[in-house]
């Protein structure tokens, strides 16, 4: 896995963990809802690379 898509893929998990916690907190549905998908979207960039380190070796 590239450091830099490593990096980015935490980085958008955890913004996402915490805008999703602050929107709830907030009663903001649609914060969460984002959150949620940003935290998503680092999940797969994060299951992408492991997945070209695997076909890699």
């Not at 955890?14 to 998908?37: C, I, W």
């Amino acid at each position: 896995m590239s450091a830099g898509e490593k990096a980015k893929a935490k980085t958008e998990q955890a913004q996402g963990k915490a805008q999703e916690a602050l929107g709830n907190a907030t009663g903001n549905d649609r914060m969460a809802a984002e959150g949620q998908a940003k935290k998503s979207k680092g999940d797969a960039r994060e299951s992408k690379e492991k997945a070209k380190d695997a076909f890699k070796h």
